[in-house]
């Protein structure tokens, strides 16, 4: 049984981190999308809710589950759940800079391996923030949206 874990905050999940798990899940047996938290960052929805909100989105992939990644490392998050590899996906080459550094203290300190995908070009503008941001200021992100967000969305 091969095992990833996506790890993201998912504040919300979008259609190019929806993108990037469903190739996952054509990669690996199981891929369990991990919500984490940073808390230096200021959050729409809550962990609770943005786990409901994955699930709500990615229920219906083979093999797909959303758990809370709780406190603690990403590297031993993926040991503890038996995960041999991370999945992220890369929308340029500053992703990449940034993520390489990540990928290669997490192969140090348990083994994990990294995997890169490249995002699809037309989720490649994407970034939560930017869309939270729009979508505040009236701009239509339903296309960049799953129908789970945007129920939320329209609720707010």
Known sequence: ?????CPGSFDPIHNGHVEIIARAASLFDEV?????????KNYRYSEDER???????????????????GQGLLADFCKEQGAEAIVKGLRSTVDYAYE?????????LTGVETVFLQAD???????????????????????YFPRAVMKRLMRK
């Open 1 to 5: 049984m091969r095992r990833a874990v």
């Open 32 to 40: 369990i999308v991990a919500v984490s938290t940073n808390y230096s």
């Open 51 to 69: 786990v409901a909100i994955v699930e709500e989105t990615v229920g219906g992939l083979r093999g797909v589950t959303a758990l809370p990644m």
């Open 100 to 108: 390489i550094p990540m990928a290669t203290m997490n192969r140090h």
């Open 121 to 143: 070009t037309r989720f490649t503008h994407l970034s939560s923030s930017l869309l939270k941001e729009v979508q505040t200021l009236g701009g239509d992100v339903a296309e």
